[in-house]
């Protein structure tokens, strides 16, 4: 059973007021966080490649939003890079989880809350940094998402993402596997698209490419790492 004592009044009000879609998928996401939480990372080489090259884009003067931030493991290890990392999720057993987390290092400039990626409310031009690892095909619907991050980014400021591109894996995976665990609750609903249906959707939205790049080390990766601006 989740904690629910440390849901802050304005998760609560958060919560009351999702949508339907960002509730199911709290349901889905809130089941499996303590699993997704003691899971080791599967390619640990890959992730710690990726924290490096996140580092080259952050500095001290970024206010960063994260979306999807799961039980927090990633804010942690970055937001000693930025002014304030506001590490966000729509799942408030995940967030609760990163909170625990929180407790032990409460000095960082690292704050959780609970949000929908695809609703308003980050604030217009309010950040420099958007980071959104393992979530982009995850929304319902992308545009809605990068509508919300383009529109919370300052003019130049970044969105840093890696995201499975699951129309890369054989077909089996999305067309077989995945709806057979989805049936049975085991796995959440994905969006496939690849690389560059991915890219296309970023500069749909204005967005200047400045990275594409792929971390990983065991195997073929279908986890792109992309870095895009927006124009200043
Ligand atoms: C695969 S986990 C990734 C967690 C973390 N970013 C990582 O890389 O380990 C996906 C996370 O995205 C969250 N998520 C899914 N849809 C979301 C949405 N619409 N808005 C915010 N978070 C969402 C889930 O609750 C879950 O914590």
């Known amino acids: 059973m989740l904690s629910t004592s440390i849901v802050s009044d304005a998760d609560t009000r958060r919560l009351a ?7 199911r998928k709290a349901v889905f996401w809130d089941r499996i966080a303590r699993k997704y939480a003691a ?6 080489a890959g992730y710690e490649n990726t924290l490096r090259r996140v580092k080259d884009f952050l500095s001290g003067e970024q206010d960063v939003l994260e979306i999807g931030c799961g039980t927090g493991t990633t804010a942690l290890r970055l937001a000693p890079f930025t002014r304030h990392l506001r590490a966000t999720d729509v799942s408030a057993g995940m967030i609760a989880i990163a909170r625990d987390k929180l407790a032990a290092e409460p000095a960082l400039p690292l704050s959780f809350e609970v949000a929908d ?3 308003p409310g ?3 031009g309010a950040h420099d940094v958007v980071l959104a690892f393992n979530v982009l095909h995850l929304v319902d619907d992308l545009d809605h998402a990068l509508t ?5 980014l300052r003019p130049g400021g970044l969105l ?3 995201t499975p591109c699951i129309s890369e894996m054989n077909p089996l995976i999305p067309y077989l596997a995945l709806p057979l665990m989805r049936a049975i609750g085991k796995a959440p609903q994905v969006l496939c ?3 560059e249906a991915l890219q296309s959707a970023l500069t749909r939205h204005g967005l200047q490419s400045v990275a594409v790049e792929r971390h990983g080390t065991r195997g073929k990766d279908i ?4 870095v895009a601006r927006k124009p200043a």
Not at 39 to 44: G, H, V
Not at 148 to 152: G, K
């Open 193 to 195: 698209f690849d690389g």
């Open 39 to 44: 899971d080791p990372i599967a390619d640990m």
């Open 160 to 162: 840093i993402a890696k």
């Open 117 to 119: 990626a695809e609703a």
């Open 148 to 152: 919300q991050a383009v529109q919370t």
């Open 17 to 23: 007021t999702a949508s339907a879609a960002a509730t």
């Open 122 to 124: 980050f604030g217009m």
């Open 223 to 226: 986890r792109v790492f992309t």
